[in-house]
């Protein structure tokens, strides 16, 4: 395998990849500390955490005109989205800041300079938020933590309309139809004619070079021409997002198990029970542009329906979920040991009186892959009335179904259900079941709001549809690497569902053919072992997990670099290895990892 270059896009040549190489232990080390020798040669990044070129260089265009000179701009897809950001920023001024000139501005479509019947039926917007450049840092949690900020192939697509001057500030008055206008199209890729290698090549070279200054339109095409071309066969019809829509929620819902299948109409009120809860329907799932943004949401709706009590986190849970339930709200009980000892510490607080909004968990939990006690929480939910909500992302239901002991699963789509990793989604499965389906479903109906880019939708779609059967090889595949590294002298731990002291509580949620997943992590008896290890290993490597191909990260260095000691008083080592684990042929990735091993023994 040929190594990715520093800073290049995981998949290579991907302008919407969700990952991107940090091939060294010391490039991760400088990404955290903000080397610029590092961060200059980033082309892309994980969506949260790196806003994405494309959307910096609208930004930039949407602040040069609306803004002062001291103004930046940060978007999201819609009016209601951008103005949870502007009263996030409010609420959280920074010192010696002002937020009064925090504003934002609505962009929309102009109906009257286009004949597309694709645009008036999607009816793009945008909507920025501008605020002094000493405010980003804030403005930038919120866009990190809940997932709200406006996805890569949505600004593209908006960008071009914008030059075109087809979006147009919401207030400004639209001048009566029917004059003589220039039909706005947006970007090709969602014309809708017969393509192939040749056409395609001649549409791009003729199509006018795009204002930005990012110049990604030779990629962009070699990834659209490709990715339509060997599985589309055309080009992007967008009439068919909703029954993409549909195949994806009944995927997730349990009911379209065959991976050739593709999307066709499907009645949202076919009741279904392959997820191990009776009266499960296609509408009782709810996407979402990111995992990130369905537990932001779900949060919100607990809130909502609940009013507003303290929330449980239990177990050593991604880093943005905590600071989800820390900084919405008002604030978590945090057990990071996700222990039998913390479930007897909350029984005792019930008991003694205090009350609770929900609790939220992992199953199992990233990076260290323990497994809650689901049915003592779930005995414990019932008897003093609070919600579960289980992110399921790294065990997946095909491994294990939690729906049961849960009121709501959330996940990643990004992850191994997608599993190409050029594609941001996720998911909130309301359980029809629970004690508070009937209050969520009323409330999630009035204030759902679908922000799912048409285009990421038919990405998604396309990608899952062999979800099931690639599950079942990285279940072996990982077990294969887990044998490798249990094995050798130099391991001193694994950290794997099947091995965890938590496998009696895996195994009681697992399904009948389920596996433990592909995700495991390890460390060493020395640091410099570690790292003579990952910088030897031939993966990708960098931010994300549940990709085709094998993916290995020090996460923990790149998730809690600012926070280790806090972090090692849960067990976590900061000097972790995660390896998300892929498709490739298992006797050729045992290799891998055997030659990697050796680089280990040679600091000895």
């Not at 002094?132 to 071009?160: L, M, N």
């Not at 791009?204 to 659209?224: D, H, L, Q």
């Not at 198990?257 to 329907?281: I, Q, Y």
């Not at 050029?422 to 109906?445: D, T």
Request: net charge negative; charged share 25%.
């Amino acid at each position: 395998m040929s190594v990715i270059e520093l800073g290049e896009s995981i998949p290579a040549v991907t302008p919407h990849a969700v990952s991107v190489s940090l091939p060294t232990w010391s490039d991760n080390v400088g990404y955290e500390e903000g080397q610029k020798e590092i961060i200059n040669k980033l082309t892309t990044g994980y969506p949260r955490f790196f806003i994405h070129k494309l959307i910096v260089a609208f930004a930039e265009e949407i602040a040069a005109k609306y803004g002062a000179p001291s103004q930046q701009a940060m978007l999201f897809p819609t009016a209601k989205t951008a103005r949870r950001c502007m009263q996030f920023i409010r609420s959280n001024p920074p010192a010696d800041s002002s937020t009064a000139e925090v504003r934002v501005v609505d962009l929309v479509l102009d109906r009257s300079k286009t004949s597309s019947e694709l645009l008036l039926k999607i009816s793009p917007c945008i909507s920025a938020v501008l605020f002094p450049s000493d405010i980003f840092s804030t403005a930038k949690q919120y866009w990190q933590h809940s997932g709200d900020g406006v996805q890569s192939r949505r600004a593209e697509f908006c960008h071009a309309l914008f030059q075109e001057g087809t979006l147009v500030e919401a207030t400004v008055p639209q001048p009566p139809s029917g004059g003589a206008q220039k039909a706005a199209r947006g970007p090709r890729r969602y014309q809708k004619v017969s393509v192939d290698k040749k056409s395609f090549g001649q549409a791009r070279e003729g199509s006018e070079s795009p204002k930005s200054p990012v110049t990604t339109v030779i990629s962009e095409a070699r990834e659209s021409s490709q990715f339509l071309e060997e599985r589309f066969g055309r080009n992007l019809d967008a009439s068919l997002v909703g029954r993409a829509r549909s195949s994806i929620c009944r995927r997730i819902a349990g009911s379209l198990m065959d991976d050739a299948e593709p999307a066709v109409e499907f009645s949202a009120k076919t009741t279904l029970s392959n997820r191990g809860v009776a009266d499960l329907a296609e509408d009782d799932v709810y996407l979402y542009p990111c995992g990130m943004n369905s537990i932001f949401n779900t949060h919100n709706l607990m809130l909502q329906a609940r009013g507003q009590l303290k929330t449980i986190c239990f177990g050593f849970t991604y880093v943005d979920t905590l600071k989800i339930l820390e900084k919405f709200g008002p604030g978590c009980q945090n057990y990071g040991n996700g222990a039998s000892e913390d479930l007897d510490d909350l029984e005792a607080r019930l008991k003694a009186g205090e009350r609770f909004l929900a609790l939220f968990c992992e199953f199992p939990s990233n990076p260290l892959l323990k497994c809650p006690d689901l049915e003592r929480i779930r005995k414990l939910a019932d008897a003093y009335d609070f919600a579960v909500v289980v992110d399921e992302t790294v065990g997946n239901f095909i491994n294990v179904h939690v729906l049961p002991y849960a009121d709501v699963v959330v996940s990643s789509l990004t992850k191994v259900f997608s599993g190409e990793c050029n594609v941001m989604g996720g998911a909130s499965i309301l359980n029809p079941q629970g004690r508070y389906y009937s209050q969520l479903k009323k409330l999630i109906e009035a204030e759902y709001e679908d922000n799912y880019w048409i285009e990421d939708v038919i990405f998604l779609e396309r990608n899952s549809r062999h979800f099931v059967s690639r599950i079942e090889k990285i279940n072996e595949n990982a077990e294969v690497i887990c044998d490798v590294l249990r094995t050798h002298p130099l391991v001193k731990a694994v950290y794997y569902p099947k091995y965890n002291d938590s496998k009696a509580f895996y195994d009681e949620c697992r399904t009948p053919k389920g596996g433990y997943g592909g995700l495991l992590s390890c460390t060493f008896h020395k640091t410099e072992q570690a790292i003579a290890f990952f910088d030897r290993i031939e993966t990708a490597k960098g931010p994300s997990l549940g990709t085709n191909f094998t993916l290995t990260s020090p996460y923990v260095i790149l998730a809690h670099f600012q926070e280790l000691e806090w972090v090692a008083q849960f067990g976590v080592p900061f000097d972790l290895i995660r390896v998300s684990v892929g498709l490739e042929d298992a006797k050729d990735l045992k290799a891998r990892f055997e030659i990697a091993l050796k680089a280990a023994e040679a600091v000895e």
